[in-house]
């Protein structure tokens, strides 16, 4: 993801990842995954992601409330 200012854009490598999990029907670990509706029976019929796909790991020790008062964007290289 690219940011400028306030605003947040994905780049064509990242268009092009979303579309292939996608299209591929795949399991991308920290990223995507297939779930059936029996799974999503068992969460209340919950979407909501951190239910489904674990958090990436990264290697930064700031919080959330920081990253936003500061703008700063995390990136997996």
Known sequence: MRQEK??????DQHIKKIYNAYKN???????SKVISIEEVSKNNYSLSIPLYVSNVQNNTKE???SILRNGTILQKN
């Open 25 to 31: 029907y795949e399991n991308l670990e920290s990223f």
């Open 6 to 11: 306030t605003i947040a854009f994905l780049e």
């Open 63 to 65: 919080d959330i409330n």
